[in-house]
Every structure is written in C-alpha cells, then in structure tokens.
C-alpha cells in the first residue's frame, strides 16, 4: 500500500514539473491579459537557390532508384520462373493432400532458390555485359539500363507464347507485320504476355502432377464403397498411399528436374 502511495506522489510531482516547464517555455503576453502566443520554430532545408537543371537531375535520379528497388519484389515475380515454380510446387501440396505440409515458408524458398539456379546464367550475363562496365565507367545510365533488360527479354521471349504476345500486341494497337522483330515488341507488353504463358504453362504440368494421385482416390474410393465404409473419408485412406508412392519414386528429384529442364525446352 505505501509503495502504491509513493508511486501516485511521484507520478504527480512529475506531472506538475512537465507542466512547470512548459508553461515557462512560453513566451510573456505583449500586453496584460493577452493570452500567451507560441511561435513555431523555423525550419529552413537549404540556403541555396537550385541553378539549373543539373542541380535537381541528381536527387530525382536517386528517387526513381529507390522506386524501382520498392518494385524489385514485383520484378522478381514478373520476369524471372518464380511464377512457374510456385504454382506447380502449390499444385503439387494440393494433389498430395497434405495441406499445410511442407509449409508454405519451405516451398516458397525452395521456389526462390530455383529462381537463382534457373536464372543464373541471365544473371551472369548481366554482370558481365552492363553491371562491371558501368562501374568502370565504359557506359552511361541508359546504356546500362538497355544491357540490363536485353537478356531478362531474351529469357522472357524464350518462355512466352506467340499467340499470348499477338493478343497483347493486338490490344496495344501494335501493328505485327512480318517484319516485326523482337526489337518491336515493348517491354511492357512482353511482360504481361510473359506471365500469362507462364500460368498457362503451370497450370498444365499441375495437371499432370494431378492425375497419378487422382488414380490413388479413386481406387481407394471404389475399395471402401465396396467394402461398404459410407462413412469413412476417402482422402484420409489415400494420403497415405500417395506419400509412399511420392517417396518411393523419388518425387521431389522428378519434380525439380522436370521444372529446370521445362524452362530449357522452351529456350
């Protein structure tokens, strides 16, 4: 009782000292019985006026820098095979039945590492055509910025449907002739056109995956309605079944594999 006395006293010896040095802080009424007027403080950034454009080109270059690298998450999904990766690796837990297992957090590391490995040599490219000699100072920002995107296209266009790109050429009012090139074909609309192959081509090894495990449900389904076990769940029966199935042909090797060497047939 006396400890939760003396913490109320000193609570409000606190109090009243705040309030005493705010109130002296204060500046005195011009006239009496004025109230009190507080003065903000100045805040001054800069002492200088900007001469020309030279002056601003730098901290907007350093802005636009630091939007992209907010969107680099984006651009790891859009122009790299994560996309591919992650949709047949969540098709793969469904079929199996397993729900959350491997977790989520497992899969989606798995699927970035993937990425690296699969995208190594775009990366490699990379390094060794517009990242080293802009650093030695044999490019400029645009000559680095092109030499950066014409291997990340040439991934891309390797992986991406003709008729994908013409729909999005199409809705683009983009004229395809037959002299149109790759050249031709705007960042943008390759992009959308990339992602929209990549699903469509996930969703068909999915489909794949799918049809071993379907076998399994429906064979232990027509074993337990012959049997005449209504009321036991079929998917509790069979998960089993597809594991040891999974295992013993060495599953994850099959579908790691399967997933690397998709990407080179379409290169």
Same mark, same amino acid.
């Given at each position: ?10 609570? *409000?010896?606190? /109090? ?20 009190? %007027? ?5 805040? %001054? ?9 030279? /002056? =601003?080109?730098?901290?907007? %270059?350093? *802005? ?36 959350? =297992? ?5 899969? +989606?590391?798995?699927?970035? #590492? +993937? ?18 000699? #802009? ?12 030499? =950066? ?6 991934? +891309? ?32 609309? *390759? ?22 495990? *379907? ?25 089993? #079944? ?5 295992? +013993?042909?060495?599953?994850? %090797?099959?579908? =790691? ?11």
């Amino acid at each position: 009782m006396k400890s939760a006395k003396w913490k109320k006293i000193s609570l *409000l010896v606190l /109090a009243l000292a705040v309030l005493f040095i705010v109130l002296n802080s204060l500046p005195a009424p011009a006239q009496e019985g004025a109230p009190p %007027q507080i003065v903000l403080p100045k805040i %001054q950034i800069g002492d200088q006026m900007v001469k020309g454009p030279k /002056a =601003v080109a730098m901290p907007l %270059q350093i *802005l636009v820098l630091l939007t992209i690298l907010s969107l680099a998450p984006y651009i790891l999904i859009m122009a790299t095979s994560f996309v591919r990766i992650t949709i047949v690796l969540s098709f793969l837990r469904t079929a199996l039945g397993t729900q959350q =297992v491997p977790p989520t957090q497992v899969l +989606m590391g798995l699927a970035l #590492f +993937m990425t690296l490995y699969i995208m190594m040599p775009v990366g490699s490219k990379i390094h060794k055509e517009a990242v080293t000699p #802009f650093f030695r100072g044999e490019l400029s920002q645009n000559q680095a910025l092109e030499k =950066v995107s014409n291997p990340l296209r040439e991934f +891309m266009f390797s992986q991406t449907r003709t008729s994908d790109l013409k729909l999005f050429m199409t809705m683009a009012k983009i004229k395809v002739t037959g002299n149109t090139t790759k050249k031709d074909v705007p960042t943008y609309v *390759l992009l959308p056109s990339f992602m929209i192959s990549e699903i469509k081509t996930a969703f068909e090894i999915g489909f794949l995956i799918y049809i071993p495990f *379907l076998v399994i449900d429906m064979v232990v389904a027509s074993v337990l309605m012959s049997m005449g076990m209504f009321m036991l769940s079929p998917m509790s029966i069979s998960m089993p #079944f597809k594991l040891l199935l999974f295992v +013993m042909i060495d599953g994850w %090797q099959l579908i =790691v594999k399967g997933l690397i060497e998709s990407f080179h047939q379409g290169g």
